[in-house]
């Protein structure tokens, strides 16, 4: 049973514009919350996190919403470039004890067209 | 930027071939990962380390194994590759900071393995 889902899994937006890609989650104990990038061929890179204490945090044209009623989270880019491509993960972590572990969502490919 | 190495980072073999995937962090983080990740498909976790001599298997079954025998490395064995194999292998590590410690992992950039 996937505890993180990405239901989109593409997304196409025109440069200059918003994308906004949702990941849902079930786990109530999750706590904190992370979107990683994925160009193809290489490893995932961190992009931008959020703390289930916020529910919103800002790092230049990224921004993450968390709603923890509705147990849904989005990144927003604005605005788009084409350098932006790319397949990106929810992720959402949980202190088990000694350590975190991240469970990680199927991704969403993005396509920003020039 | 995170300093983290695997080699190779595409390999193809046969069928029977015993093959080592390598790790390799500057870091000194204490906490080492394997993930499987197939395209569309969410990274599964298939190994973990905590420490030095401390390995455990992930949420999905492996028929790989993993070593840990000095804190930068990492390497991931498969005894005898079979086409079932075929997936890109990603290691990460990652920093215990306390109460501040969020998961963040940072990754390798992949090995992409086929066995055909």
């Known amino acids: 049973d996937q505890q993180v889902k990405q239901n989109s899994p593409s997304l196409s937006v025109q440069e200059g514009r918003i994308s906004i890609l949702n990941c849902d989650y079930t786990?109530?104990?999750?706590?904190?919350f992370l979107w990683y990038k994925k160009y193809p061929a290489e490893g995932p890179t961190f992009l931008i996190s959020?703390?289930?204490?916020?529910d919103k945090n800002e790092d230049g044209r990224f921004t993450v919403f968390l709603n923890k009623s509705a147990k849904h989270l989005s990144l927003h880019i604005v605005p788009s470039q084409p350098g932006d491509s790319a397949v990106y993960f929810c992720?959402?972590?949980?202190?088990?004890?000694?350590?975190?572990?991240?469970?990680f969502g199927s991704g969403t490919q993005l396509t920003v067209l020039p | 930027e995170a300093d983290i190495y695997q080699t190779p980072r595409y390999l193809v073999i046969g069928t029977g071939k015993k093959i080592t995937l390598e790790c390799s962090q500057t870091?000194?983080?204490?906490?080492m990962y394997w993930y499987q990740q197939d395209p569309g498909m969410e990274l599964h976790l298939i190994h973990y380390?905590?420490?030095?001599?401390?390995?455990e298997k992930g949420d999905l079954s492996s028929e790989s194994t993993v070593s840990r025998i000095r804190t930068e490395h990492f390497p991931l064995t498969l005894e005898s590759a079979r086409p079932s194999h075929t997936s890109q292998y990603l290691c990460?590590?990652?920093?215990?900071?306390?109460?501040?410690?969020?998961?963040?992992?940072?990754f390798g950039e992949g090995s992409r393995l086929t066995v055909l």
């Open positions: 990460a590590s990652s920093e215990s900071k306390g109460a501040r410690y969020t998961g963040e992992l940072f």
């Open positions: 959020i703390s289930s204490i916020k």
């Open positions: 786990n109530s104990m999750f706590d904190y």
């Open positions: 380390s905590y420490g030095v001599n401390s390995t």
């Open positions: 870091m000194g983080h204490d906490k």
């Open positions: 992720a959402a972590s949980v202190n088990s004890g000694s350590a975190r572990q991240l469970t």
